[in-house]
Nanobody, 122 residues
Framework: QVQLKESGGGLVLAGGSLRLSCAAS????????MDWYRQAPGKERDLVAR???????HYADSVKGRFTISRDNAENTVYLQMNSVKPEDTAVYYC????????????????WGQGTQVTVSS
């Protein structure tokens, strides 16, 4: 099994910054994509940012230029640096990873963290 543990959420003023972390642990041979999603009350869970194992990144239009995703492959950790936050960034942020668990496995499994609340006040 694989566990994803997020940290770094909290309350921040509009225009401020916050850094989320997500550490993966357990039976891990390699991790393909690592992502951050968010879900606001009454809305669907949406992709915020994605980073491949090689470092290629993708961002939702709403966060481009403000958020930066990065990862430490040696530590199986992904980060989300959130700058110039806005009240509309308020949501529960979820970490997601696509994991290959053993050297002999050809299957990648999808895992989710439990989520961390980010609240931006105006």
């Amino acid at each position: 099994q694989v566990q994803l543990k997020e940290s770094g959420g909290g309350l921040v003023l509009a225009g401020g910054s916050l850094r989320l972390s997500c550490a993966a642990s357990g039976s891990i041979f390699s991790i393909n994509d690592m992502d951050w999603y968010r879900q606001a009350p009454g809305k669907e869970r949406d992709l915020v940012a994605r980073i491949s194992s090689g470092g290629t990144t993708h961002y939702a239009d709403s966060v481009k230029g403000r958020f930066t995703i990065s990862r430490d492959n040696a530590e199986n950790t992904v980060y989300l640096q959130m700058n110039s936050v806005k009240p509309e960034d308020t949501a529960v942020y979820y970490c997601h990873a696509v994991v290959r668990q053993t050297v002999s496995s050809t299957v990648f499994y999808s895992y989710w963290g439990q989520g961390t609340q980010v609240t931006v006040s105006s």
